[in-house]
């Protein structure tokens, strides 16, 4: 078949197939790395291998890679087609960025990129032509199937499917860390899958305050109205995130469970003071995201308890945040190091500091210390200085794969001075990137 196992951790796009099913009315699709998918999360949706996009003769899509001579030894081509075909049939920006991003979890070895930019551009080109609904007009165009119009009928007919739940069954959310380490062993359990409890899938607000459903995806999150206007910089630091497949699953929930020290969301939500909420069944209990790791992938969470919502208030209109991260590669990599500030200003003064940390130290860490000296400081090179002294001797990070110990603290310093950068324009940056600590 044309859907291939690569390298089955989610990384490489190979086994891309995309998933569609009625969300408020409406039939969408969004494209997945299938090795990571639980075949439970397939429940009650249309899934689209690059055999289901196949037509008599090739697709735009298809013809596009042809023309420019993007394929070579052809295993990555069915992810790359799928992935693709994914913009075409959504309703988002059809744009040449756009249609490089809907690939950025599909690697290819041996073609060369430039042969594939071009075919996604011919691509975006020609979507934006449309005057009609995406799925109508992929139809038109020949890029999926005449069948495709039926989907949203068969789809319905699947409403109101009841699933039957075991209370001792291990818990599943979207699967993407769970299913790299334990892929043998989960194969042959019995899982109940979270994803289709649609209670945990909601974002609310009040006032100030927002609650996150336990198994909202990356992909929720990024397009959250909420959390695009609470944060200027959200949808750089969703790119800083995985890739668009990874996105499409993973949750944030699992994010903070997984309990890696680099954690991406792990570390943006420590410095916003999140507090998580926990079920067991019976009864809630609520707990600060700061205090939940108990040292090197322990968590203080009881076997039958799940989390439900993460709680957190949104940062005011005044407040300043931002997130930084390193990695090896721009897209789909975990960090070396990754880095989350939350300042509060008042007359020139700090009022209020939250500074995180992941990559130096055997859980994902929240500075206290540091974040303490930033009371009624001043955002100014001499108290960048001091505060960079201070984090040096609260962190203990170890040489590993991603870097030396010395690399991790460097790294550190870097994203701490991007941080204040990034708050104070005014600072001279020429003495700030001298600073040492």
Aim: net charge neutral; with cysteine.
């Amino acid at each position: 078949m044309g859907t291939k196992i690569g390298c089955r951790e989610g990384d490489c796009g190979a086994c891309t197939v995309l998933v569609g099913e009625i969300l408020a009315g409406k039939l969408i699709y969004h494209s997945v790395t299938s090795c990571l998918m639980p075949l439970g999360n397939a429940a009650g949706k249309h899934i689209v291998t690059i055999e289901g996009i196949n037509g008599t003769n090739l697709t735009p899509v298809q013809q596009a890679f042809a023309n420019e001579g993007a394929t070579q030894c052809g295993f990555c081509t069915p992810g790359f087609i799928v992935s693709l075909t994914g913009l075409c049939v959504s309703e988002n920006e059809p744009s040449y960025d756009a249609a490089i991003n809907a690939m950025n979890g599909n690697i290819c070895r041996c073609t060369g990129y430039k042969s594939i930019e071009r075919a996604a551009k011919t691509v975006a080109n020609n979507l934006q032509q449309r005057k009609q609904p995406a799925l109508e007009y992929a139809i038109s165009q020949n890029m999926v199937p005449e069948y495709f119009s039926e989907i949203p009928a068969r789809l319905k007919q699947l409403d109101g499917i009841t699933r039957s739940k075991n209370a001792e069954a291990k818990k599943m959310g979207g699967g993407t860390d769970l299913y790299v380490q334990q892929h043998e062993q989960l194969h042959h359990e019995e899982l109940n899958f979270l994803l289709q409890d649609d209670e945990l899938k909601r974002i609310n607000y009040l006032n100030d305050e927002c609650y996150i459903g336990a198994g909202v995806t990356v992909s929720q999150l990024a397009g959250s109205a909420v959390l695009k206007n609470a944060f200027p910089g959200w949808d750089h630091y969703i790119k800083l995130v995985s890739s668009t497949q990874i996105r499409n699953m993973a949750t944030l929930a699992g994010n903070f469970i997984n309990a890696s020290p680099i954690g991406d969301f792990t570390i943006f939500f420590l410095a916003l003071n999140a507090q998580i909420k926990f079920n067991n069944g019976e009864k809630n209990r609520i707990l600060p995201l700061q205090e939940l790791y108990a040292g090197y992938k322990k968590i203080k969470k009881e076997p039958e308890e799940i989390i439900t919502e993460i709680i957190f208030k949104l940062p005011g209109q005044n407040d300043l945040f931002n997130f930084e991260k390193v990695s090896k590669r721009t897209n789909l990599d975990i960090a070396s190091v990754n880095s989350a500030m939350h300042i509060k200003m008042k007359d020139g003064k700090i009022i209020y500091a939250a500074l995180s940390a992941g990559g130096v130290g055997p859980v994902p860490a929240y500075l206290a210390k540091s974040s303490a000296y930033l009371q009624d400081r001043e955002g100014s090179v001499e108290t960048l200085h001091e505060l960079l002294k201070m984090v040096q001797q609260e962190i203990s990070p170890i040489s590993d794969a991603r870097g030396k110990a010395d690399y991790k603290r460097l790294l550190l310093a870097q994203l701490i001075k991007a941080h204040f950068i990034k708050f104070f324009p005014g600072l001279p940056i020429d003495k700030i990137l001298a600073l040492s600590a």
